[in-house]
């Protein structure tokens, strides 16, 4: 059945004032210094991950990553590294340029790449590779 007029009570959708984001501004605010917290406590992890060459010497350890230097770069330069650029990275997302969910695309990343710079130092520290 066919009512004439049409549909009653459906607004323009183009006419309506848009919303303000004020609740996903802060939330992405909270996210991102919730990540500074937890770069922090990776940087403090990572200055005590060259502990784990303490058995250096020992017959076994010939040829392992955590026993030379190039091992206690990638113990204390991966965390650091890592927390440094995935603050930064999470910074990028406040930035305005048009692309869908910026915010939580970039403080996501930026989660990934602190903790995937603390899972790299902690694979050179425990697994001898």
């Known amino acids: 059945m066919v009512i004439a007029g049409g549909p009653q ?4 959708r183009a006419a309506q004032p ?6 996903a501004t802060v939330g992405a ?3 991102t210094v919730l990540l500074v917290v937890v ?3 990776v940087a403090l992890v990572a200055m005590f991950l060259p502990m ?3 058995g250096c010497g020992a017959s076994g ?5 955590v026993c030379n230097a190039f091992g206690h770069l990638v113990m204390l330069g991966a965390p650091f590294g890592g927390a440094v650029l995935g603050v930064l990275l999470a910074l990028v997302g406040f930035l305005p340029f048009p692309l869908r969910h910026r915010r939580a695309i970039f403080i996501g990343a930026g989660y990934l790449v602190v903790l995937g710079g603390l899972g790299l130092a902690f694979l050179v520290a425990f697994s001898g590779w």
């Open 61 to 65: 350890t010939e040829g392992l990553l």
């Open 52 to 54: 784990a060459a303490a």
């Open 18 to 23: 848009r919303r303000g984001g004020t609740a």
């Open 39 to 41: 770069a922090l406590v």
């Open 9 to 12: 009570g459906v607004a323009n």
């Open 29 to 31: 605010i909270l996210a």
